[in-house]
């Protein structure tokens, strides 16, 4: 069994691919690992899969995935987990400001430490101001919500038990929550490892400011799928009962105290002309839509389908 996959989404990143690969090729050697470098190129519009095939043509070790166009990096790493074959999975950027130099300590964690998940923390960071201040922030939020004490979820420098990465799924801005998906299915032993960071060396950052905006309502879409994924009537039910309580129990008051006017002889309003009235059909007409919504979600998950959201055009040196 191969030791180690390493898992590398590519967009745009030419100039680095080969000292990317001789870098990693030299820590395997040097360290007597066996293992592949696994590319995915996700719709790159320079010459990233040209030279990606140039360096398979000449590396067995290296395994490439070509996307008919930009799917984003959660498309290229779950298309990359479901080839692995290591028995660790580590990921890295392709931009070399990952270090190949922490991988023998990242398999170790895994390896000898017994953990499922070790994420890289740079510490100390080569970027911005503008791009470490967010996300110190998108950190300190994502740790309190997801309850898993790690300092840096947007570090690509990641281990995992190749067990792991067969049991995960993910999409949209999810890579970042891929050690909060692996806890939520069976795999809590989380570590951190603190790693180097390169200063860029070669071409310009892929991602704005608006990752982080996507980040956090991936953040609130993963919490939400995982706690009602099988059970959305569970959460539709609740809020249709609510909302159909509250209406109701305003009709039966105002009816209620309509009667009773009368029965003392007091001058009354009409139901309908009083604003409550409609607030309290607008909560009723709420509450029976929520519980339609409930059971059609329930219906929806009960016949999903697990189709892949990407299409790839070739594929170099896979075996099966």
């Given amino acids: ?96 400001q990952d270090s190949p130099d922490e991988i023998p300590g990242l398999y170790k964690m895994v390896t000898e430490d017994g953990l499922d998940v070790v994420s890289g923390w740079k510490k100390e960071r080569h970027d911005p101001i503008t791009k470490t201040v967010p996300s110190k922030f998108f950190n300190a939020v994502t740790r309190w919500i997801s309850g898993i004490k790690l300092h840096d979820f947007n570090c690509g420098l990641k281990a995992y038990k190749l067990k792991v990465v067969k049991n995960i799924q993910i999409y949209g801005e999810m890579h970042r929550y891929i050690p909060l998906l692996a806890k939520w299915n069976g795999f809590p032993k989380i570590g951190e490892k603190v790693v180097q960071h390169q200063a860029r060396k070669y071409g310009y950052s892929k991602f704005g400011i608006e990752r982080f905006l ?19 009537m569970h959460f539709f039910g609740l809020l249709g009962t609510l909302s159909f309580l509250t209406g109701f129990v305003i009709t039966c008051w105002l009816i209620f105290e309509k009667v009773y006017g009368l029965s003392k002889g007091l001058k009354v309003r009409e139901i309908v002309d009083q604003p409550l009235f409609f607030l309290a ?17 329930e219906l929806m998950t009960s016949n999903q389908s697990k189709e892949t959201e990407y299409k790839i055009d070739e594929e170099l040196n896979f075996d099966f």
């Fill in 1 to 96: 069994m191969i030791q180690i996959s390493t898992v590398i989404p590519v967009f745009n990143e030419e100039e680095s691919l080969p000292e990317l690969t001789q870098w990693i090729s030299r820590v395997m050697n040097d360290n007597g690992f066996s293992y592949e470098i696994i590319f995915i190129n996700d719709g790159s519009t320079d010459g990233s899969w040209d030279e990606i095939q140039k360096l398979a043509s000449t590396n067995g070790n290296v395994k490439a995935i070509n996307f008919t166009r930009n799917y984003g990096k959660s498309a290229a790493l779950d298309a990359g987990f479901k080839k692995a074959q290591g028995k660790v999975v580590i990921t890295l950027d392709a931009d070399l």
């Fill in 281 to 297: 059909l607008v909560a009723l007409i709420i509450g029976v839509q929520l519980f339609v919504t409930g059971f059609i979600a």
């Fill in 214 to 232: 996507n980040g956090f309502l991936d953040l609130i879409s993963v919490s939400f799928v995982h706690r009602y994924k099988k059970k959305p």
